[in-house]
C-alpha cells in the first residue's frame, strides 16, 4: 500500500536528522554526504510512495488528472512534506549549505508522522463531483507548493530570530522561544500520543499531555509546557550560540527567508487565489465567497504582502522581517489546517 | 503657501504612503479575521448563543448588542469594512500616480556621470584588482552579453560605466497594483449590477422565477426547464460520483437552441449561459410528487420491447398476457440486512427498487425489482426491467448574473502576470570605476546583493578568463 511506502520516507527523514547534526558539529564531509544521500533517498521513496497512490486512485477514477493524489488532509499532509525537503534539496543544491538539513528533515518526518498517528483516513476515497476540476487540482497542487516555501520561510526565520536576539527581554526573543517550546512539547506529546493509544486509528494530539482525561496528568502537562518554554527561554542563548558557532551566518538565513516569500507569494497568488477562484466561479458561480478557508487564505496574502512591503519600502531589516515571516507560516498552517479544525467551510480537507 | 495647498498636500501624502498600506493590511486581516469567527448573516440567536459559550448570559446580550451596532454579524458588507477597502482603493491610485511620473521620467532622463561622493554613498560596493589594457573594451561586452544597456563617461577619478538591465520592469509592480483596483472595480459592479440565486426545478416542470439570496423570488424573462436529471453514486456508497441536469430553455414559446441542441447538459463544474445569466449544478433532492411515474421497459418472448409508465398503485397491463401490475412501494436506497430483510437506507437513488403486485385474475404475487440488478427482471410474466422513478427528484441550480465577472478574469490575468514580472525579473543597475589599479563596482539598492553579487562573480571570472 502507499502509504507504507510513504511511512517509510517518513522514517527516513527521521533517520537523516542525528546524521546532519554529526554532520553540523564535525563538518566531515563524508557525514555531510551521508545525510544528504539519507534524505534524498527519503525524497525518492516518498515520490515512489506518491506514484504507487496515483495508481492506486487511478484504478477507481480512470482518468489521469483525476488521480493526483492531493485530495484530502492526508495527500496533502504527505504531497506538502515532500515540496519541503524537495525544495530544501533544491536550496542545498543551489547554496551548498547543509545547516537547515536538520530542521528540514524532521519537520517532514514529524509530518509524515503525524498522518501516521493522527488516526487520518489513510485509504484512497472516491472524488465527490465538486472536486472534478482540473482548476482545483491546479489550485491545491500550487497552494501546497507555496506552503512549502513559506514553510522553509518559516524555519529560516526562526532561526534567524534566535541567532540575533541579544537580550533575553526582547520581544523577538520571548517569541521565538515560545515558539520553540511549545514546538518541542508538541513533538514530545504527539509521541506519548502514539505510546499510550489503545487504538492506533484513533490516536488524538495532546490526548496523553495536555487534553488527558485524569486532571493531575492534564495539570503536569501544562507545567511542564511552561517549565520547557522557560527553559528554551532561560538557554536560548546557547542555542544561539550554537547555530552561530555552526556557522549558520545570519545574512543566509534572511537571504532564504526572502527567496522562500518571493517565490511562494506568487505561486500562492496565483495558484491560491486566483486559480481558487476561478474554480469556486465554475464549481458554484461566485468567484469570492468569504467562506473561511478563503477569508484566511486572503489574509495570509495580506501577511506576505505586509512582509515585500515593510521589507521594501518601508526599508525594514533584519529579525523585524522574519518576525512576519514566522507569523506568516502560523496564518498560513491556520488556514491550511485550523480553519477545518475550528471554522467550517466547503473545503474538503476538514474531515479527518 | 495657502493654507488650503497645505492641506491638500497632507492628505495627498497621507493616501501616498507606504505606512497606510502597512497598516491597511493589519487593519483588514483582522476584521476579516473576526468574520470568520463570529456566525455571519445569521439570526441574533445565534450570535447570544455563540457569545454565552464564553460569557454570562447578560454579557452575551451586551456583546450582541455591540455586534449589531458596528455590523460584526455582517462584517464583509458592513459599511466599515466597504470604507476600509475603499480607502485601500484609494491609496493605491494615490500612491500609484505619486510615484508613476518621476519613474517614467528616469526611463527617459538622460544619463550622467555620478559624482564619486555619491558613488561612495551606495550600500554595496566591491573592489577587484584587475590590470589588463583592453580592460574597458572587455567589461563593455561582457556587460553586454549579459544583456546590459551601458553608458560610458570619462570622469576625472576613472572611467565610469553605468550599466542597466531590466529597469522596465519596475512598471510590474503598477502592473500588479492596477489589477487589484481591477478586480476591486468588478467586484464593486457585481455587487451593484449583479444577481445570485438559486433555484430547485423539480424534474419534469419548469420555473420561471428564480429565489434570490436574499429571499425574494425574482422574475425570469425566460422559463427555465429540467427534463431529466440523473445521479451516479460509488458503488455501495452514497458518494456522488457526478450528477447532472438535462435543461432546456424556453423564451417565448420557443425553445432556444445551444450548438444546434435544445437539450444543455448542465454538471458540476459545467455551468451554461443564457442571456448573461449563468446556471451552475449545485444541489438536488428527492421530492416524490404527483407527476412522479415509474418506467419500465417490458420485454416479450421475442425480445421486442414495449415502454410502460405508470404511477404510484396505478395498474397497468403487462403485454400479451392476461396479467396487470401496479408498483405498491418504492424504495430509493435499497438494502439487505443480514437476515435477508429489505430496508431503505437513504433518501437518494442509490439504488432504486419498486416493489411490483401482479394480478393475474386474482392471483396475486409480489416482487422487488431493483434497477441495477438484472436478476431481479425476471418475474413470471417475463422480464420487467425498471428504468427509473422519473420526475421525483429536484435540481439545485444556482444562478447568477455577474457583469463584474470579465473584469475578475483580466484584473486577476494582469496580477499573475504583474507579480512574476515583479518578484523574478529585479531590475538591476550597476556602476564601475576603471582606475589604474582595478575596478570598483557599486550597486545602488541592497534589494538586489545577491543578484549583484552573482553578476559581478561572473563578470570577474570571465575578465580573468580573457586575460588568460
Ligand atoms: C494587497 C495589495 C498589494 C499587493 C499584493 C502589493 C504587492 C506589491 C509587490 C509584490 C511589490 C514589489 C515588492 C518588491 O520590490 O519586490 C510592491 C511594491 C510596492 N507597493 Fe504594493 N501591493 C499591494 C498594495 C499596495 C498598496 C495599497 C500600496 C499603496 C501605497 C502599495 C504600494 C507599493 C509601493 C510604493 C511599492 C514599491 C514600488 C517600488 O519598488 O518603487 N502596494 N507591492
Redesign the interface.
Given at each position: 500500500m502507499s502509504y507504507q511506502i510513504i511511512s517509510i520516507a517518513g522514517l527516513l527523514y527521521i533517520v537523516a536528522m542525528p546524521i546532519y547534526i554529526v554532520y553540523l558539529l564535525t563538518k566531515n564531509n563524508k557525514v555531510g554526504y551521508a545525510a544528504t544521500s539519507t534524505l534524498t533517498l527519503g525524497a525518492l521513496i516518498h515520490i515512489y510512495g506518491f506514484f504507487q497512490r496515483f495508481k492506486e486512485m487511478y484504478a477507481i477514477n480512470h482518468s489521469i488528472m483525476r488521480s493526483i493524489p492531493i485530495t484530502n488532509l492526508y495527500e496533502s499532509l504527505v504531497f506538502f512534506a515532500l515540496c519541503l525537503v524537495v525544495g530544501y534539496l533544491l536550496i542545498e543544491w543551489k547554496y551548498r549549505k547543509k545547516s537547515l538539513g536538520v530542521f528540514i528533515s524532521i519537520i517532514a518526518g514529524i509530518t509524515i508522522g503525524l498522518t501516521d498517528v493522527l488516526g487520518i483516513t489513510k485509504e484512497v476515497?472516491?472524488l465527490?463531483?465538486?472536486l472534478?476540476?482540473n482548476w482545483l487540482l491546479v489550485h491545491v497542487t500550487l497552494s501546497f507548493i507555496a506552503y512549502a516555501a513559506f514553510g522553509i520561510s518559516f524555519i529560516t526565520g526562526l532561526l534567524h530570530i534566535i541567532m540575533d536576539s541579544q537580550t533575553k527581554k526582547s520581544f523577538k526573543y520571548i517569541f521565538s522561544t515560545t515558539l520553540l517550546g511549545f514546538m518541542l512539547f508538541m513533538f514530545i506529546s504527539v509521541v506519548l500520543d502514539i505510546i499510550t493509544a489503545d487504538d492506533p486509528k484513533t490516536v488524538k494530539i495532546f490526548h496523553s499531555t495536555l487534553g488527558n482525561s485524569s486532571i493531575f496528568i492534564s495539570i503536569i502537562s501544562w507545567i511542564t509546557l511552561g517549565a520547557l518554554i522557560f527553559i528554551v527561554w532561560r538557554f536560548g542563548h546557547i542555542l544561539s550560540k550554537i547555530l552561530n558557532s555552526l556557522k549558520i551566518d545570519s545574512n543566509f538565513l534572511e537571504?532564504i527567508t526572502y527567496k522562500g516569500i518571493?517565490?511562494g507569494?506568487?505561486i500562492f497568488?496565483?495558484g491560491g487565489l486566483?486559480f481558487g477562484?476561478?474554480w469556486a466561479?465554475?464549481?458554484?458561480?461566485?468567484?469570492?465567497g468569504?467562506d473561511?478557508k478563503e477569508?484566511?487564505s486572503?489574509?495570509t496574502w495580506?501577511?506576505y504582502?505586509?512582509y515585500l512591503?515593510?521589507k521594501?519600502?518601508?526599508g525594514w531589516r533584519g529579525t523585524k522581517t522574519s518576525v512576519i515571516a514566522v507569523v506568516g507560516f502560523i496564518v498560513t498552517l491556520f488556514t491550511y489546517l485550523g480553519?477545518n479544525l475550528f471554522?467550517s467551510g466547503l473545503h474538503s480537507y476538514g474531515s479527518m | 503657501m495657502s493654507k488650503i495647498d497645505k492641506w491638500n498636500e497632507k492628505i495627498w501624502s497621507f493616501f501616498a504612503s507606504v505606512d497606510l498600506a502597512v497598516a491597511l493590511f493589519i487593519i483588514l486581516s483582522i476584521s476579516a479575521a473576526i468574520g470568520t469567527v463570529i456566525p455571519q448573516q445569521t439570526e441574533p440567536e445565534a450570535i447570544v448563543k455563540f457569545f454565552s459559550k464564553f460569557f454570562s448570559p447578560v454579557t452575551s446580550m451586551k456583546a450582541y448588542e455591540i455586534v449589531s451596532l458596528l455590523d460584526l454579524n455582517n462584517i464583509y458588507h458592513s459599511w466599515w469594512f466597504t470604507f476600509l477597502l475603499f480607502m485601500f482603493a484609494l491609496n493605491l491610485i494615490v500612491c500609484s500616480l505619486d510615484r508613476l511620473p518621476s519613474l517614467l521620467k528616469s526611463f527617459k532622463a538622460p544619463s550622467y556621470p555620478l559624482e564619486l561622493e555619491s558613488l561612495e554613498k551606495m550600500p554595496i560596493k566591491k573592489k577587484v584588482e584587475v590590470i589588463s589594457g583592453k580592460i574597458l573594451d572587455n567589461l563593455s561586452k561582457i556587460l553586454k552579453n549579459k544583456g546590459f544597456s551601458i553608458n560610458i563617461f570619462e570622469t576625472k577619478e576613472g572611467i565610469q560605466i553605468q550599466a542597466k538591465k531590466w529597469t522596465k520592469a519596475k512598471l510590474a509592480i503598477y502592473l500588479t497594483h492596477l489589477s487589484i483596483l481591477i478586480i476591486l472595480a468588478g467586484a464593486l459592479i457585481g455587487t451593484f449590477f449583479g444577481f445570485r440565486g438559486y433555484m430547485n426545478i423539480l424534474e419534469g416542470t419548469g420555473l420561471h422565477f428564480a429565489i434570490s439570496d436574499t429571499g425574494k423570488a425574482v422574475p425570469l424573462e425566460f422559463e427555465v426547464r429540467c427534463d431529466k436529471f440523473e445521479a451516479e453514486y460509488y458503488e455501495n456508497s452514497s458518494i456522488p460520483k457526478a450528477y447532472r441536469s438535462y435543461i432546456r430553455i424556453i423564451d417565448n414559446g420557443q425553445v432556444i437552441k445551444f450548438n444546434g441542441k435544445e437539450t444543455v447538459v448542465v454538471e458540476v463544474n459545467q455551468p451554461f449561459s443564457y442571456k448573461g445569466f449563468t446556471f451552475y449544478q449545485t444541489s438536488y433532492g428527492f421530492q416524490p410528487s404527483e407527476h412522479s411515474e415509474f418506467r419500465f421497459s417490458y420485454f416479450d418472448k421475442t425480445g421486442k420491447e414495449y415502454k410502460i409508465a405508470a404511477k404510484f398503485e396505478e395498474s397497468f397491463p403487462i403485454p400479451g398476457t392476461s396479467a396487470t401490475a401496479s408498483v405498491i412501494d418504492f424504495f430509493p436506497a435499497l438494502g439487505i440486512d443480514e437476515k435477508g430483510r429489505v430496508f431503505n437506507m437513504d433518501t437518494n437513488m442509490i439504488n432504486p427498487a419498486v416493489l411490483v403486485s401482479f394480478d393475474e385474475k386474482g392471483k396475486k404475487t409480489e416482487q422487488w425489482i431493483i434497477a441495477k440488478i438484472p436478476e431481479t427482471w425476471e418475474t413470471p410474466y417475463g422480464k420487467l426491467k425498471f428504468n427509473e422513478l422519473w420526475g421525483a427528484q429536484f435540481t439545485g441550480l444556482q444562478i447568477r448574473k455577474d457583469p463584474g465577472v470579465p473584469l475578475i478574469y483580466i484584473g486577476c490575468i494582469l496580477l499573475c502576470i504583474g507579480l512574476l514580472i515583479a518578484l523574478f525579473l529585479k531590475p538591476i543597475t550597476i556602476f564601475a570605476i576603471i582606475k589604474k589599479d582595478g575596478i570598483i563596482f557599486y550597486c545602488p539598492s541592497s534589494k538586489v546583493s545577491s543578484v549583484f553579487e552573482k553578476n559581478i562573480d561572473e563578470i570577474i571570472n570571465k575578465l580573468k578568463g580573457e586575460k588568460i
Open positions: 476515497q472516491p465527490v463531483p465538486a472534478k476540476s537571504n518571493a517565490f507569494f506568487p497568488t496565483i486566483v477562484a476561478i466561479d465554475q464549481a458554484w458561480g461566485r468567484y469570492w468569504w473561511p477569508t484566511w486572503l489574509i495580506f501577511v504582502a505586509f512591503h515593510a521594501f519600502i518601508r480553519v471554522l | -
